[in-house]
């Protein structure tokens, strides 16, 4: 039925429609939405300038046809250090992607908060690395996907090295549960998960837990994250 209907929204991708207009897709409370924006790209359009991925913004909906139409949009949070850093930015478009190829119709209100959360964060955060991670933990747990870090996954007994990750377990196992299968995983890495959690910074480890997330979301996905690869090579400079 058309109508009118206000939602709050984070901007997960903006691509260019037809001559002047662009498709907008958003992550909102109910879900996933792709909306058209008319005239956005031109250049002096006021929705143009609030429709920018990773920003949080009130949008008005008008539903006709296959493609609802923004009729008017404001900003809630822009988080302009991730425009304004490469390394913030790389790190941001990663858990953009995660929830738009994530994402459908269903409700989204844990994983919109989640989103919000880790962008508000790696906004604000003097370490970038520790909130990417942290921020892909998040958004495991709210898809219902967490990850058991202190205990095996398997026998529930102390996480002593050398250590497992089978990834359909949901967590780390024990030398003695090793027929579990998976990659091997570092102490360095399972280190680096469990000092994010808790507020604390680890220098070593973080790139092999990033690598372990994101086998994580491939096998969820049933495919990688595009943006990754671009997120590591600027990390690793």
């Not at 092999?208 to 495919?223: K, N, V």
Request: glycine share 8%; with cysteine; proline share 5%.
């Amino acid at each position: 039925m058309p109508g009118y209907h206000e939602v709050q929204g984070i901007v997960l991708r903006v691509q260019e429609h037809r001559e002047a207009d662009r498709r907008v897709t958003l992550l909102t409370p109910e879900g996933r939405v792709q909306a058209r924006a008319p005239g956005a790209r031109k250049a002096k359009s006021r929705l143009g300038s609030i429709l920018q991925p990773a920003a949080v913004v009130q949008v008005t909906l008008y539903a006709l046809g296959r493609m609802p139409t923004i009729t008017g949009a404001s900003s809630i949070e822009a988080f302009r250090p991730l425009q304004e850093d490469l390394l913030r930015l790389s790190a941001a478009q990663v858990l953009l992607e995660i929830c738009d190829v994530t994402v459908g119709e269903e409700d989204a209100v844990r994983p919109f908060l989640a989103l919000a959360k880790a962008l508000r964060r790696l906004s604000e955060a003097e370490d970038p690395a520790a909130a990417w991670l942290l921020g892909e933990l998040e958004l495991l747990s709210a898809y219902g996907w967490g990850l058991q870090l202190e205990r095996c996954a398997s026998c529930g007994g102390e996480l002593a090295p050398p250590l497992r990750y089978p990834v359909d377990l949901g967590g780390f196992v024990c030398k003695r549960c090793a027929a579990e299968g998976g990659v091997n995983a570092s102490a360095e890495a399972v280190s680096a998960l469990r000092s994010v959690v808790r507020g604390e910074n680890q220098e070593t480890g973080a790139s092999d837990a990033r690598q372990l997330l994101h086998l994580t979301w491939q096998a969820h996905l049933e495919g990688q994250l595009r943006s990754v690869a671009f997120a590591e090579s600027v990390f690793g400079r």
